[in-house]
């Protein structure tokens, strides 16, 4: 049956969600069931227990999971006001719009149909892994993307043939011969530690890696199989993947330890290696399989796009000298923490490289990071915080048009955007971010303090909390966890913001802003003594600071977002903030 609401339709035979112009709408298969279920469902209370059990039947997930999926739906519906999809009272989800039945519509022919919503390995990246995954891949599903990979080499074969007769005095070559996405195998985790866990450990993990690389839109993957040689799949296999990821899962004491790499098939090279240890006897198992996954996933997908996107556009600017390289390095090392003093150094040293290199991508981005950092803490005087978000606008500008598919370009652009207070531009270019990888913990704080802006809390504490639970990378674990309690203290839960804000300083405790939140914290808690104390510690750092100067900029923030912001000020002025 097909339904109709506010302009959609939505397919069940097909699996499809289409617009008001008949085209359809991609939708993850999760995503895509959540939705078929709120509409078959309209005007009645779905619980977020309900929803779960109904998508994930007999799996254990997160509610994470849960929230990815209603967000993906309200992008795809346009509905920013969340009117369509509506948070409902004591929790669940209703959905608002008027549902009618359709007459089904003939079928497209094969050469209409739309692409199916799936990976190239079939791996549903929503899909949480279970207890008795394999390491053996479905014999099907390998020749099935061996033979589509197959079909469709041989058509654009053809075509080529004639094509370039008549394009290629007008093309240049590195257009002809641009390559498809390259095709990378994840194999299975190899269980190393004589733990009886080990084997159920190591295929969770396997799972999870599988899944996030599977959602990276610029590589094709090929789902877990074993690392043992397999004869009958060798003989078949005429098109060999291009990278393979191998794993090995070791118990050391009370830490499981994950070693990955990403070698390169056609020579062996070991393009990247990541380690990552948990505490066994700290975190229960479904966050640990989480937290090995991405500890290693996001090493090896930077690296990954590193390697796509080398040589991809004549504007990428003269190979990096020296110099430059470790002034870049040293500029960057510890942005995120760097003090007033070191900010200088940095910007200077970054300057001379771009003296020296004018027309160095990386160098240029790496600047616009560091400028965008003293504009968010307020160390340039207003003149200059205009004219360096100028340059910066400039700079990424540039950066952009020469690789659109970067990681660290995206990254910077993000942070641009946020902090100049373009914040639903910015969650755009965040989720651009996250599709090259999933694991990125600084986007996901960027797409955090973009949806608290706009007054979304619970979507912003859930996205703080999704990179808590990556952990990815830890040099900026302190800003999700000051992300968690910022989060807290807008929905003025002071009592849960405590603990998180307290975390966050005990990593850094370079910036006055976080003591001064958690002098409202304090405040609304009771402990008006400890609330003294961390204004005073505050003003330390940021002297000068008053109630009209220690809010960022207000503009394009939502009104629901102001009211909050306003009631934290008034909780630090009663704590010991000077009002002017």
């Known amino acids: 049956m097909i339904f109709r609401f506010a302009g959609f339709e939505l397919d069940q035979q097909r699996a499809e969600l289409r617009g008001a112009d008949g085209a359809p709408i991609r939708l993850r298969p999760k995503t895509f069931e959540m939705l078929r279920l709120l509409v078959t469902n309209a005007g009645r209370v779905l619980t977020k227990q309900e929803l779960m059990e109904a998508i994930w039947p007999d799996v254990h997930v997160g509610e994470d999971n849960l929230f990815q999926c209603i967000r993906e739906i309200r992008s795809a519906l346009g509905d920013d006001r969340r009117q369509t999809v509506k948070l409902a009272s004591g929790g669940g989800y209703i959905f608002t719009a008027d549902v009618s039945p359709a007459a089904d519509i003939p079928a497209r022919s094969p050469d209409n149909a739309p692409p199916e919503a799936v990976t190239a390995a079939g791996v549903d990246p929503d899909a949480a892994p279970s207890m008795d995954r394999t390491a053996e891949p479905s014999r099907v599903s390998w020749l099935s993307a061996l033979t589509g990979r197959m079909a469709a080499a041989a058509v654009v074969g053809l075509c080529a043939v004639v094509g370039l007769a008549v394009a290629a005095p007008l093309l240049k070559s590195e257009l002809i011969f641009k390559r498809t996405p390259p095709v990378v195998a994840v194999m299975a985790v190899a269980d190393a530690s004589g733990n009886p866990l080990g084997t159920a450990m190591a295929a969770e993990v396997t799972g999870r890696l599988t899944d996030g690389f599977a959602r990276i839109n610029t590589i094709s993957v090929i789902a877990p199989r074993s690392a043992a040689p397999q004869p009958e799949l060798a003989a078949a296999s005429l098109a060999p993947p291009d990278f393979e990821i191998r794993g090995e899962l070791q118990r050391s004491g009370s830490s499981w330890t994950l070693r990955s790499r990403l070698l390169q098939t056609a020579t062996g090279k070991v393009e990247a290696v990541a380690a990552i240890s948990v505490e066994a006897d700290e975190l229960d198992p479904q966050l640990q399989h989480t937290r090995l996954a991405a500890g290693v996933g996001d090493v090896l997908a930077r690296r990954l796009n590193e390697l796509t996107e080398a040589g991809t556009s004549a504007a990428d600017g003269p190979a990096t000298s020296g110099r430059v390289k470790v002034a870049i390095e040293q500029a960057t090392a510890s942005i995120n923490s760097v003090t007033q003093e070191r900010f200088v150094m940095a910007q200077t040293m970054l300057q001379n490289a771009l003296a020296e290199q004018p027309d160095n991508v990386d160098a240029a981005v790496a600047l616009a990071a560091l400028q965008m950092r003293g504009i968010q803490m307020v160390w340039y005087d207003p003149d200059a915080a205009a004219a ?166 207000m503009k394009n923030t939502s009104p629901v977002y102001r009211e909050a912001a306003s009631r934290i000020v008034q909780l630090m002025v009663d704590a010991g903030l000077p009002e002017r």
Request: glycine share 6%.
């Open 388 to 553: 360096a978000e100028s340059q910066a606008a400039a700079s990424m500008e540039r950066a952009l048009r020469a690789k659109p598919n970067s990681i660290a370009v995206l990254e910077t652009y993000c942070r641009f955007l946020s902090a100049t207070n373009h914040f639903v531009e910015s969650l755009v270019i965040c989720a651009r971010t996250l599709s090259l990888d999933p694991w990125d913990g600084l986007a996901l704080y960027l797409v955090g303090l973009g949806q608290l802006h706009l007054g979304r809390f619970e979507d912003g504490l859930a996205t703080f909390q999704q990179a808590d639970r990556y952990d990815t990378p830890s040099v900026s674990r302190w800003t999700w966890l000051l992300g968690i309690g910022w989060a807290y203290m807008t929905m003025d839960r002071a009592d849960d913001a405590l603990p998180w804000l307290q975390r966050s300083i005990a990593i850094t405790a370079a910036s006055g802003r976080p003591y001064l939140l958690l002098a409202a914290a304090y405040q609304k808690a009771g402990q008006t003594e400890e609330a003294k104390a961390a204004i005073e510690k505050g003003l330390k750092l940021r002297p000068g600071t008053t109630a009209l100067n220690v809010a960022p900029p």
